[in-house]
């Protein structure tokens, strides 16, 4: 099996839990990619990168902003279209996407004109083109995925759900370790915001 849109590669993850690199682990593999897609889902974004030239549909509910919604971040337009007119007076945002990150854009503002609104008789399609995703993957989200890789990985050595005993008493594994919610937690879209 192949790693699709991993957030970490099977070396890396072997070498965190201590098993040695190179040897084939289909049950490793299948751990990263059903993490980095538990990630995706936590974050209502993903991190990884589609091919050039991706083309989603939108429908504007604002008249002057396209907010791109959930896992619809983009790196790179190439081109944006409204019912298969080309439209040239936008500019991506958020404007200040640099930083200790590149961080991808979530919304495309008119310029010029405005996004025409669908009625019950007119659906009005907005098509934007180009390569979504993040610029690169966060160091956090790779950690994030080392941490929960490793204990959904353990999770057969946890009958039950319980990992062992402390000084409370019974220690449970939970869905999602604290540790990943608060390396991931920068990273969330929020109802309304990117």
């Not at 790693?3 to 099977?10: A, E, K, P, Q, S």
């Not at 190179?22 to 889902?41: F, Y």
């Not at 966060?138 to 062992?164: E, M, N, T, W």
């Not at 939970?174 to 937690?185: H, S, W, Y």
Request: proline fraction near 6%; include cysteine.
């Amino acid at each position: 099996m192949t790693i699709t849109n991993g957030y970490v590669t099977l070396d890396e993850a072997q070498e965190y839990i201590g098993q040695p690199n190179g040897a084939a682990n289909p049950q490793l593999e299948d751990t990263i990619e059903a993490v980095s897609r538990l990630i995706d889902g936590h974050c209502q974004r993903h991190f990884w990168q589609t091919s050039a030239g991706t083309a989603r549909l939108f429908t504007a509910v604002d008249l002057w902003v396209l907010d791109l919604g959930p896992f619809n971040d983009v790196v790179s337009v190439a081109s944006v279209t409204e019912n298969g007119a080309s439209v040239t007076g936008y500019r991506l945002e958020p404007r200040n996407v640099a930083g200790p990150e590149t961080r991808p854009f979530t919304r495309i503002r008119r310029t010029v004109g405005e996004w025409r609104m669908s009625s019950p008789d007119q659906l009005w399609e907005v098509t934007v083109t180009g390569v979504f995703g993040w610029p690169a993957v966060p160091a956090a989200v790779k950690q994030a995925c080392r941490l929960q890789v490793a204990r959904v990985f353990k999770r057969a050595d946890s009958p039950l759900g319980v990992a062992g005993f402390g000084e409370f008493g019974v220690v449970r594994v939970t869905q999602l370790d604290p540790d990943v919610k608060a390396l991931l937690e920068p990273y969330r879209r929020h109802a309304g915001f990117a």
